[in-house]
């Protein structure tokens, strides 16, 4: 099972809107709801930001918004601020043995 | 709030077992199924297997035949022995609390750096 694919890096200015993308396949991404988006910040816990391909869970900005579209998930951040700045990693449940997939992960810088 | 802490050896010396344990507080590790996962420096997450309370688990098949997954629920832990590690082992360990069903991570731990190296 491969990683699902999301660019390496993304930037904006602080107030513009970015969208990651995280590609996979009818197995993963296309074939279930179960596409989940985390926030890392170095040394710190990862946090849930979008789960269901589109929920948000309680406390998350209504900044982050999730989408899908065939094999391909998104995560877009509107009006984006310094505090967004952090790797971004897409998941999906998966029907391969391997039962959960990640993304390749995104770095957001912003500018 | 669900708290979760990884603890265990930061350096493992290479063949030998690496122990990691996952303690949670602020609930009962009752009713839910929980995960490790990793991060090899530089590279991207791995899934390494979940268990759910009563026991029952599953491991990513890449590291099945070294693996194992425990649960103590009157320790209120649960915990990861890989056996036979190699320097590709290198990682920060997350433990995670796995919602089923919906298969996504809803509580983390900071995670734990384990170095394999003599």
């Known amino acids: 099972q491969s990683a699902l694919t999301q660019p390496a890096s993304v930037s904006g200015s602080p107030g513009q809107s970015i969208t990651i993308s995280c590609t996979g396949t009818s197995s993963d991404v296309g074939g279930y709801r179960s596409v989940s988006w985390y926030q890392v910040h170095p040394g710190k816990a990862p946090k849930i930001m979008i789960y269901d391909v589109t929920s948000r869970p309680a406390g998350v900005s209504n900044r982050f918004s999730g989408s899908k579209s065939g094999n391909t998930a998104s995560l877009t951040i509107s009006g984006l601020q310094a505090e967004d700045e952090a790797d971004y990693y897409c998941s999906s449940y998966t029907s391969s043995s391997t039962f959960s997939v990640f993304g390749t992960g995104t770095k957001v810088t912003v500018l | 709030q669900v708290q979760l802490q990884e603890s265990g050896p930061g350096l493992v010396k290479p063949s030998e077992t690496l122990s990691l344990t996952c303690t949670v507080s602020?609930?009962?590790?009752?009713?839910?199924?929980w995960s490790w996962i990793r991060q090899p420096p530089g590279k991207g997450l791995e899934w390494i297997g979940y268990?759910?309370?009563?026991?029952?688990?599953y491991y990513n098949p890449s590291l099945k035949s070294r693996l194992t997954i425990s649960a103590d629920t009157s320790e209120n832990q649960f915990s990861l022995r890989l056996r036979s590690v190699t320097a590709a082992d290198t990682a920060v360990y997350y433990c995670?609390?796995?919602?089923?069903?919906?298969?996504?991570?809803?509580?983390w731990g900071q995670g734990t750096l384990v170095t394999v190296s003599s």
């Open positions: 602020g609930g009962s590790i009752n009713n839910y199924y």
């Open positions: 995670a609390r796995l919602r089923w069903g919906r298969y996504y991570f809803d509580y």
């Open positions: 268990i759910h309370y009563s026991g029952s688990t």
